[in-house]
Each structure stands twice: as C-alpha cells, then as structure tokens.
C-alpha cells in the first residue's frame, strides 16, 4: 500500500512537473498568435486612441497581430469582466482608464471582478489632465469667457448646468462632484456610454459644459468648444494660456485620469515582463509617443507601481463618493 501511495505521489508530482514546464515553455515563445486589446469605451474616446496606437506600434515590435475591440459599457465594467474571465496567456488584454480600475467596484453593487483580484495592472501609459469646456455657440454659456464666469452661473441658478460625462462613476462625474463642492454650486449629471457621446452632447448642445480630454484640443483651437480650465494643478502644455483651475483660487482642487495595460490574474510573469518592455519601447518610439503625447504626459509605470497607484485612488475615490452621498447601485 505504502509502495502505490510513493508511485502515486511520483506520478503526481511528475505531471505537474510537466505542467509547469509546458506552462513555462508557452510563456517563453509568447506571444505565438494575434493578441486582443478590449476597450471598454467607444471608438474615438481616449482609451480607444491609446490602445489603438499602442496596437499598431506592438503588431510590428511583437511580430503578431493586435486586434482593438470596443465592448464599451457600464464604465467599462463589460470589457473588464470579459477580461477578468479569460484565460491569463496574454492574448486577451484590458486597455482601461482610470475610472474602471478605481470606481466601478465602489458603485456597482452586481460587480462580476474586482480589480485587483481578477485582474493583473501591466504599465500605466499616460496620464492626462480633464479640460473644462462649454460650447460657445450654446445659449445658455455663450457669455462663459473664463472659469470665474462659469462660476458665477454655475453658483447663480443651482441645477440649471448640466454637465455630461461618460458614465456614472467615471472620473469625470467624480470630478465634477468635487468640482461642485468646492466652488458651492450644484449641477446635474448626464450620463453617456462613453466620453465620445458625451463630447457629441456638449457639441449638440443637448449638455452645457464637459471635462474632456486633451483628444479636444482641435475642436478648442477651431473655436467650436471653449477651455476655461484644466483640472491639475499646473497647465497643460498644449493649452499654455488656459489656467489651472487650481490658480484660479481653488488651491485643493487636483484630478487627473490616466490609461493604462491590464491582463487577467495568473497571467505568467514572463508575459507581463514581454509586455511590459515592449509598452516601454513603444513609449520611446518617436512616432508612437507623438501619438500618445496627443493623449496626455507618457507616464509608464511597472505592474508592481502600477497595482499600488489603482489602490491609493481607489481609497482616494471611496471618499469622493462618501463625500458627495453616492452609493451603490
């Protein structure tokens, strides 16, 4: 009995033996097949922008195709848990933003991941500041030259602004709920599925003002929106004569958002190292930083700085949310 029980034991330990090294063995020749980069946003937002530079420059630096698909919804939740739920090879990649990795799960009582349990933070890649912006051609904000303007109407007529976001809990609700308690004023929140319908709905005038992304900046120089400010506490260095809100006599206010790389949990180290170095190559390739510079400050932080910055904001989040009485739902 006690000789079967040792060759049991043999052959068990000899299987995962040869588990371990066919695991090992995938890791060392990845990536062998096309890799998916889901973006949990609709095309044209930012994320979409960042992963889809990211994607052409790794199809050549990797040598397989990187595929973009957009399965935008519920602040992303849908492309995270589509990703938390497949297999960790590396081949099924989440490139998200901010607010999916640090809010959802403080919102949204029928979570299906949790960020940092079902999933494994790659590199961040840029991080950027939100711009507040309204429509000039909109009636209600065509005389909003400057923030102390939009400060002045917004603390006037108590809900009578409306400000459009990408979704509830993304990072620009959260900003204007902060905004909102810092200069007294109170707004209404509408939401879109996505950062792309919200900039559409200021355009439209169906919202009356935004923070939106550096992606805005040809429709501020064309003069079809208006910065009044930035949301960190210096200038963007594209928008040089446009004040950080910080400046303008609002000393605490700071937020920003960023995008970064992010695979499922018990993805090999080996893959997230592979990926890692070529997200870093791809940073200092001079075309595809021009192209993620357009995007925000390339900013790349390693899974191990990566996971820590996800659960500071979190926490920093979780107060924002208490502060402003918003549950989940």
Not at 177 to 190: D, F, P, Q, Y
Not at 234 to 256: K, N
């Amino acid at each position: 009995m006690i000789a079967v029980s040792r060759r049991l034991s043999g052959l068990l330990l000899a299987l995962a033996s040869i588990g371990l090294a066919a695991a090992s063995a995938g890791a060392q020749s990845y990536p062998s097949q096309p890799i998916r980069f889901i973006v949990g946003f609709s095309p044209g937002a930012s994320t979409d922008l960042v992963a889809r530079y990211l994607a052409e420059d790794l199809r050549q630096r990797l040598g397989q195709p990187v595929v973009v698909e957009n399965r935008a919804g519920a602040n992303g939740s849908i492309a995270a848990t589509m990703v938390a739920r497949a297999a960790p090879d590396g081949y099924t990649i989440l490139i998200s933003n901010a607010s999916t990795m640090t809010t959802n799960h403080l919102l949204y009582k029928d979570m299906k991941y949790d960020p940092l349990v079902d999933l494994t933070p790659v590199a961040m890649v840029v991080s950027a500041p939100f711009v507040l912006v309204v429509n000039p051609s909109n009636p209600k904000t065509k005389s909003v030259a400057t923030f102390a303007d939009f400060v002045k109407l917004a603390t006037s007529k108590p809900d009578s602004i409306n400000y459009g976001t990408g979704g509830i809990g993304n990072l620009a609700h959260l900003s204007f709920e902060l905004l909102g308690a810092t200069i007294g004023a109170r707004m209404v929140h509408v939401p879109y599925a996505g950062a792309a319908p919200a900039q559409a709905a200021l355009l439209s005038g169906e919202v009356d003002v935004a923070f939106d992304t550096p992606n805005a900046l040809p429709l501020i120089q064309s003069g079809r929106l208006k910065a009044l400010a930035v949301s960190t506490t210096v200038r963007w260095r594209d928008l040089p004569d446009v004040p950080s809100i910080a400046e303008s006599g609002y000393p605490s206010f700071a937020t920003s958002f960023w995008t970064g790389v992010v695979a499922p949990a018990k993805t090999p180290q080996p893959v997230i190292d592979t990926l890692y170095k070529a997200v870093v190559a791809a940073t200092e390739d001079p075309k595809t930083k021009a192209h993620l510079l357009g995007q925000g400050n390339i900013e790349v932080l390693d899974s191990v700085a990566f996971r820590k910055k996800i659960a500071h904001e979190g926490e920093l989040n979780a107060e924002v949310l208490k502060k402003a009485g918003i549950g989940k739902q």
